[in-house]
């Protein structure tokens, strides 16, 4: 069965960074855009990141542009999400996601995680 299980979510200080993984199996994602999305309590889920699987291309919100890297490990299918310069609005659960097109809304996704929380302390 296709599964995404992302880890390293924890509690951090403003500032402070943190590594986000995402374990896909289950299915060839030769062919697929891989997503990390996120969602506070009371507000909606949100596009952070997104990478092809082959790496090519990469895209960002703008809310983490500049402080977020997403990238992927070929040899083990993960898909890395590295936070840096963490702020607390980053406090949010977050998902890791794939889909076979580029797009931002997150009813589109063929795959979801079961997420993993990160929370930023002021």
């Known amino acids: 069965q296709v599964q995404l299980v992302e880890s390293g979510g924890g509690l951090v200080q403003a500032g402070d960074s943190l590594s986000l993984s995402c374990a896909a199996s289950?299915?060839?994602?030769?062919?697929?855009?891989m997503y990390w999305f996120r969602q506070a309590p009371g507000k909606e889920r949100e596009f952070v990141a997104a990478?092809?699987?082959?790496?090519?291309?990469?895209y960002y919100a703008n809310s983490v542009k500049g402080r977020f890297t997403i990238s992927r490990d070929n040899a083990g299918n993960t898909v890395i999400l590295q936070m840096n310069s963490l702020k607390p609005e980053d406090t949010a659960v977050y998902y890791c996601?794939?889909?076979?097109?580029?797009?931002?809304?997150?009813?589109?996704?063929?795959?979801w995680g079961k997420g993993t929380l990160v929370t930023v302390s002021s």
């Open positions: 990478i092809h699987w082959s790496g090519s291309s990469t």
């Open positions: 996601a794939a889909d076979r097109l580029y797009i931002t809304n997150a009813q589109y996704m063929d795959y």
């Open positions: 289950g299915r060839t994602f030769s062919n697929y855009i």
